[in-house]
């Protein structure tokens, strides 16, 4: 018999699941992190890194993102907003 503590462990557990769950990155997007799969958080982590290390936010505005050769694809855009980025980041995840 399942306990109403346990169903409900259950049920949010499997809404939760797309987190714990390694995506399927696009070309585009494996162009800029590298192969495999990748959790999302673990895709947005590695561009962020990205972004960082080829210094492209905005001097003034650091939420203010440029997009180069590689990113560009991803973004669709010469600058995006840091609030953007995981919406455009989702897009290339399946």
């Known amino acids: 018999m399942t306990t109403t503590a346990e169903k409900t462990a259950a049920a ?3 809404k939760n699941a797309w987190h714990s ?7 585009e997007l ?3 992190i ?12 590695r ?3 990205y972004i960082k290390a080829h210094k492209l936010q905005d001097e003034h505005t650091s939420a ?3 997009a ?4 560009l694809p991803i973004f669709g855009r010469a600058q ?4 953007e980025l995981p919406r455009l980041i989702k897009a290339h995840l399946s």
Request: net charge neutral.
């Open 21 to 27: 769950k390694p995506m399927t990155l696009s070309p």
């Open 12 to 14: 949010k557990q499997a």
């Open 30 to 32: 494996t162009a800029v």
């Open 34 to 45: 590298g192969s495999g799969p990748a959790l999302r958080s673990e895709a947005a982590s």
């Open 47 to 49: 561009v962020w890194d």
């Open 68 to 71: 180069d050769e590689r990113l």
């Open 64 to 66: 203010v993102i440029h």
């Open 80 to 83: 995006v907003t840091a609030f």
